[in-house]
């Protein structure tokens, strides 16, 4: 499966911004999906991930309660809804799909995660 991510940009701290993550030449509502992201001169880290059946969800502790993953598996996306941005947020964020097809449990490591999307620059600034 193929990954297009976008929506990323520069957001004032306590901002609001959504994510989006195309997915084109596979069976996406079969995979499950996870966001990670960059930050300059560090790791890659997880921050989301969500089922194929998006009935399970998963969120790092530095953004529990402040994002929120979905997806619409009608239109092949995966969606990071990000609320109370902090400069610390800042980072290229990365859409994964699982390289397992229909994992039953949902997986945080990055390893676990066969295609990758571009990933999209979020700014945290004022």
């Known amino acids: 499966v193929q990954l297009q991510a976008s929506g990323g940009g520069l957001v004032q701290p306590g901002g609001s911004l959504r994510l989006s993550c195309e997915a084109s030449?596979?069976?996406?509502?079969?995979?499950?999906m996870g966001w990670f992201r960059q930050a300059p001169g560090k790791e890659r880290e997880f921050v989301a991930a969500?089922?194929?059946?998006?009935?399970?969800?998963l969120y790092a502790d530095s953004v529990k309660a402040r994002f929120a993953i979905s997806r619409d598996n009608t239109k092949n996306t995966v969606y990071l809804q990000m609320n109370s941005l902090k400069p610390e947020d800042t980072a290229v964020y990365f859409c994964?799909?699982?390289?397992?097809?229909?994992?039953?449990?949902?997986?945080?490591?990055?390893?676990?995660?066969?295609?990758w999307g571009q990933g999209t620059q979020l700014t945290v600034s004022s």
């Open positions: 030449g596979g069976t996406f509502s079969t995979y499950n």
């Open positions: 969500i089922g194929w059946g998006a009935g399970r969800k």
């Open positions: 994964a799909a699982d390289r397992q097809r229909a994992r039953i449990i949902v997986v945080v490591d990055a390893a676990e995660f066969g295609s």
